[in-house]
C-alpha cells in the first residue's frame, strides 16, 4: 500500500497569513493526489483535485501542486473559515490512501 | 445538487452483522462509481471500498476484505455495505462518497455511525 504522511501535523497561524501543508507518498503516484477539508462534526470536503485543480465552489485562495512524491496545498490568505483539520489522499492505486491529517489551528 | 444519505449505523456486538445503505440522489447515480470511507471518531480517515459504476468490480481495503461487501442497486440510486463478523475495531463514523472524473470523491455523505462493542 502507498503511505502518505503530511506535515506538520498540526499548524498555528493568524487570519491573514499563507500557510502550506506538505503531502509526501512513499511511491510516485503521478499527479493522482487530492485534499480535503474536515471541520468538527461535518463530513470531508474535496478542495483539490488531481494535484492543482480547483474543485468546483471551491475558494481561489485554496491552490495545490506537486507531481511524482511531493505534493503541497497552499492557503493564500487564511479566512476565519479556514480553520479546519486537512488531509492528502492518493488516488493512484487501490486501497486509496490518507495522510494523518493537518489541524490548522487559529494562532 | 447532490445529495447522499446514509442508514442502517448503530451498536451491534462483535461477530454479528450490519448493512449500511446510502440513498443517492440529483445526480444520475448509475453512472459514478461509489465508495465507502470511515474515520474512527477523532481519528483520521480510512478508505474502505469501490464499486464500479455499472457494479462490474470491487475493491476493499485489507482490512475489510472477506468481511465486507459493497454492493449497489442502479434502479434504486442506492449503496449498500454489508458488514460481517464485525470487530470492535470497526467502531467508526461510515460516509458513503460519490466518485467522479480524474479518480476524484467529490461529494459526501453526512455519515452514520458504527458501534462494535459488546
Known amino acids: 500500500d502507498i503511505q502518505m504522511t503530511q506535515s506538520p501535523s498540526s499548524v498555528s497561524a493568524s487570519v491573514g497569513d499563507r500557510v502550506t501543508i506538505t503531502c509526501r507518498a512513499s511511491q510516485g503516484i503521478s499527479s493522482w493526489l487530492a485534499w480535503y477539508q474536515q471541520k468538527p462534526g461535518k463530513a470531508p470536503k474535496l478542495l483539490i483535485y488531481?494535484?492543482?485543480s480547483l474543485q468546483s465552489g471551491v475558494p481561489s485562495r485554496f491552490s495545490g501542486s506537486g507531481s511524482g512524491t511531493d505534493f503541497t496545498l497552499t492557503i493564500s490568505s487564511l479566512q476565519p473559515e479556514d480553520f479546519a483539520t486537512y488531509y492528502c489522499?492518493?488516488?493512484?492505486?487501490?486501497?486509496?490512501?490518507f495522510g494523518q491529517g493537518t489541524q490548522l489551528e487559529i494562532k | 445538487q447532490v445529495q447522499l444519505v446514509e442508514s442502517g449505523g448503530g451498536a451491534v456486538q462483535p461477530g454479528r452483522s450490519l448493512r449500511l445503505s446510502c440513498a443517492a440522489s440529483?445526480?444520475?447515480?448509475?453512472?459514478?462509481?461509489m465508495h465507502w470511507v470511515r474515520q474512527v471518531p477523532g481519528k483520521g480517515l480510512a478508505w474502505v471500498a469501490v464499486i464500479w459504476h455499472d457494479g462490474s468490480n470491487e475493491y476493499y481495503a485489507d482490512s475489510v476484505k472477506g468481511r465486507f461487501t459493497i454492493s449497489r442497486d442502479n434502479s434504486k440510486n442506492t449503496l449498500y455495505l454489508q458488514m460481517n463478523s464485525l470487530r470492535a475495531e470497526d467502531t467508526a463514523v461510515y460516509y458513503c462518497?460519490?466518485?467522479?472524473?480524474?479518480?476524484?470523491?467529490?461529494?459526501w455523505g453526512q455519515g452514520t455511525l458504527v458501534t462494535v462493542s459488546s
Open positions: 440529483g445526480f444520475t447515480f448509475s453512472s459514478y462509481g
Open positions: 488531481a494535484a492543482s
Open positions: 489522499q492518493q488516488a493512484n492505486s487501490f486501497p486509496y490512501t
Open positions: 462518497v460519490k466518485g467522479g472524473e480524474v479518480n476524484k470523491m467529490d461529494s
